[in-house]
């Protein structure tokens, strides 16, 4: 098991996890790579804090977010946050009450965000190179989406090396671009 992989294994988590003002802040979150108060998430969002706040309180309740430490500013305890683990999978086991319908929905939902983001980030990169740029190779990045076909231990692998590579590829040099990544595996029944 990754270690930097955080299970959501409850309806209550799917539910608080898959709100798409909570996946802008853990978003955020994951953007700035270090410990974050309310108030300079809610900056870095152009949110009012007040808001960014409700629901950071809901992340802190299913450790999506904790407590990283206090620092005393002008008299006040500042509180910086962090994402214990930055990669996410969901694995309900509280399915008892809940109908497939409505599991699958809220997974759909999620999902559906996910790619969103990143299609918006994609999107917004290649409007800014043709903008910006006059050269025919573009450094907008990269999509594939191919069929391939994983024995069960293969799967475990790519896995585990997309995790990684979400993991370990961090802002740790000044030179380093951003780029939005986003991988998955799907078994497709034939």
Do not use: W
């Not at 309310?38 to 409700?54: F, I, Q, R, T």
């Not at 980030?121 to 800014?128: G, H, L, P, R, V």
Request: proline share 3%; with cysteine.
């Amino acid at each position: 098991m990754d270690d930097n992989l955080r299970i959501i294994s409850t309806k209550e988590e799917l539910k608080i996890f898959s709100d798409p003002y909570r996946m802008k802040i853990i978003r955020t979150f994951l953007k700035s790579e270090k410990p974050l108060t309310v108030k300079g998430c809610a900056d870095l969002m152009g949110e009012v804090p007040a808001n960014v706040h409700y629901h950071v309180k809901k992340l802190l309740k299913i450790n999506i977010l904790e407590l990283d430490h206090i620092e005393v500013i002008n008299g006040i305890n500042a509180k910086y946050y962090k994402l214990p683990k930055s990669s996410f999978t969901i694995s309900l086991t509280d399915t008892d009450d809940i109908d497939l319908y409505q599991r699958l929905t809220q997974v759909h939902n999620l999902v559906s965000r996910v790619i969103d983001d990143f299609k918006e980030d994609f999107m917004k990169s290649s409007a800014y190179e043709m903008e910006h740029k006059e050269k025919k190779n573009s450094e907008v990045g990269m999509i594939a989406a191919n069929p391939i076909y994983l024995t069960e231990e293969e799967f475990n692998q790519i896995s585990k090396m997309l995790s990684d590579i979400a993991r370990n590829y961090k802002k740790d040099d000044e030179h380093k671009k951003y780029y939005s990544f986003i991988g998955g595996l799907a078994r497709k029944e034939e």
